[in-house]
């Protein structure tokens, strides 16, 4: 498959590209298999559930909680140097049922707490828009 | 899962042998492996032509069977074997390979080996290369900035300390008898031991992980050779054997963050090694487990039975882990002292501890695991000598 402008993608570029569509339009979705409404995550070609190709990319009400995090100060990548330090976190994602990986923004450090209440909030960063999560106000 | 003992009563391990272990040798992995090989063929008095099966412990090794059979002159194979998982499991599979292949009379002597110029072929072995290399991780974590392993393992070791009161100090206290055995050990990159204050004093890299938290990267390689056991000739060292050994897989290395529980690694699935090989987890002698950071060691201790789940920090404080406990752990320094070589170093090092001829001698060492960690994929081996 191509884009419009012709580039080819890779399977996994391809099927990971409805997220990265939705985060630019302030959304935060996830593919769901039209025949048993299984969430597939990270998104693969078959549901693992049914092997079904179809997806339909359900829209999340952003609401999730901490499940763990680190603090990084160390410069692993070069182009987030500038925001140092991160907070990259894994949460849940309650009315998917999913576990993502994001960072957090808007939270000190000791503030943090297992099972902490966030949302998402979407920031450009670099080239694209990202779904991060701070605290739920 | 447990390997049929058929299987493993099949081959001993009849000889060992390592490179030397550096932080830059300015050799690449193919002249290391090879060094490693002659090393481990000597150790067992067998002419390398006798080799009739190669396994490689890792299919990133550009080492492949082949390469091996054209520098040692081999005229013929019968067996060979690769495996494509990434970390400590691949090397316990590769001694029940070795173990399978014989059992099924495809081959009689089979060497394993692993080997990585990690500083002297930087761009081939940059252990951030797997990570980014996979799609899922390149999409969708490396835009988060979750990566690379420090990360990952520093989340593994927070929900620990959330959910059961484990302090950075059990991790200090693995670093330091890390650190103290490698001091010991004529073969290992880092010599200086370091005190828990020294520890506290290391800068983060990723809370609450720091340097010596985290595993080396390093030139080095080893090999081991396991033959058919009773054979009627004389190896020139006591054959050691694996007793017990179980190997389990959960999916998939993209998966990682979405593993439910971050306190529970693999090995928990593999405990039926002790069963299958008719002994306790007190009746074990020493440890050799892999050790990309302190708190992956701390989450087997738990999950391969030596403490209940949640009580590691108390083992560590009542019991140890270093060379004066009960059950030492990692005599030669490990992956975070001693070498890189996703341990092929640890199964070398348990092999010497039985036979008597390690550095750092574990005291009447009769019996020993190998705890082969790749997160979703496991291996454990039991080793006796016989």
Known sequence: MTTSQGAFLTLEQRLVKPFWDAAANGSLSFPRCTECQTFNWYPTLLCHNCYNKEREWVPSNGKATIYSWSVVAFPFLPELSDQLPIIPASIDVMDVGIRMVTRLVNVAAGELRPGMPIEVTFREVGDRILPLFQPTL | ?386
Not at chain 2, 63 to 71: G, L, M
Not at chain 2, 92 to 100: L, R
Not at chain 2, 140 to 164: D, K, L, N
Request: proline fraction near 4%; charge should be negative.
């Open chain 2, 1 to 386: 899962m447990a390997i049929p003992q058929r299987i493993l009563d099949a081959g001993s391990i009849v000889g060992v042998g390592e490179s030397r272990h550096v932080k830059r040798s300015g050799k690449s992995t193919n002249e290391l492996l090879i060094e490693a090989c002659k090393n481990a063929m000597d150790d067992a008095g067998i002419d390398p032509k006798e080799i009739d099966g190669v396994i490689v412990a890792d299919e990133r090794v550009s080492f492949k069977p082949h390469k091996f059979e054209i520098e040692f002159g081999l005229k013929q194979r019968r067996f060979h074997a690769m495996s494509p998982w990434y970390g400590g499991c691949n090397q316990g599979w590769s001694i029940t390979m070795a173990c399978m292949a014989i059992a099924e009379g495809l081959a009689n002597n089979v060497i394993c080996y692993m080997g990585r110029a990690s500083v002297t072929e930087r761009e081939n072995w940059d252990p951030r290369k797997v990570h980014a290399d996979d799609p899922y991780k390149s999409l969708m974590e490396v835009p988060f900035g979750w990566f690379p392993q420090p990360v990952y393992f520093a989340t593994y070791a927070r929900r620990h300390m959330i959910e059961y009161g484990t302090k950075e100090e059990h991790l200090g206290k693995i670093a330091v008898a890390m650190r103290l055995h490698a001091s010991k050990n004529s073969n290992a990159v880092v010599r200086d031991a370091i005190t828990l204050g020294d520890y506290f004093a290391s800068p983060y890299v990723a809370e609450p992980l720091r340097r010596p938290d985290c595993c080396l990267i390093n030139d080095g390689a080893a090999a081991v050779v396991v033959s058919r056991r009773n054979s009627e000739r004389d190896f020139r060292k006591e054959p050691i054997r694996v007793i017990g050994a179980s190997e389990a897989h959960e999916p998939g290395l993209t998966h990682w963050p979405q593993r439910a529980k971050y306190t529970e690694t693999t090995a928990g699935l593999t405990t039926d090694a002790f069963a299958a090989a008719g002994i306790r987890q007190d009746e074990i002698d020493f440890a050799v487990i892999y050790d990309c950071f302190t708190s992956t060691l701390m989450l087997q201790i738990e999950d391969l039975g030596f403490c209940k789940k949640g009580e590691v920090g108390d083992y560590i404080d009542s019991v140890g882990v270093d060379i004066n406990s009960k059950m030492p752990i990692n005599p030669h320094g490990g992956l975070l002292a001693q070498s890189y070589v996703q341990g092929m170093n640890h199964i070398v090092e348990a092999v010497r501890q039985l036979r008597g001829e390690a550095d750092l001698q574990v005291e009447g060492a009769n019996l020993g695991v190998y705890s082969g960690f790749g997160d979703t994929d496991h291996s454990t081996l039991i080793l006796a000598k016989g």
